[in-house]
């Protein structure tokens, strides 16, 4: 198992292809019907399992019929690292949105 953290963007969507198909393999699930189940083509699924390319929305039903949705569990989760980082996360309010920069009128201009 490679070190994904090491890896580029396409070498970890293959390899999220590769464990998708070894993950149906192993419960004995062929290729049409997992497609079936998942509302896409066998071609679509043939073509994510060799390249891992896919949309967002066909990865999670694969990963739901697969029962591997709780592996996401831990993805994107802010994590402190330190007692007090802990504290002050615990304070401070969820961002709701990214701060929006205002945008800078040239010099000389008046509004």
Not at 38 to 61: A, M, P, Q, W
Not at 62 to 67: P, W
Request: proline share 5%; net charge positive; hydrophobic share 40%.
């Amino acid at each position: 198992m490679p070190n994904l953290s090491l890896a580029l963007p396409d070498e970890i969507c293959v390899e999220l292809g590769q464990r998708a198909r070894a993950r149906r393999l192993s419960l004995n699930l062929p290729v049409e019907e997992l497609a079936a189940r998942i509302g896409v083509s066998d071609k679509t699924l043939r073509n994510f399992e060799l390249t891992g390319r896919c949309t967002l929305v066909t990865f999670v039903r694969i990963l739901e019929v697969l029962n591997a949705l709780p592996d996401l569990q831990s993805v994107l989760v802010t994590q402190a690292n330190s007692i007090e980082g802990m504290r002050l996360q615990a304070q401070v309010r969820q961002r709701k949105r990214a701060y929006k920069r205002q945008p800078t009128l040239p010099k000389g201009v008046v509004v």
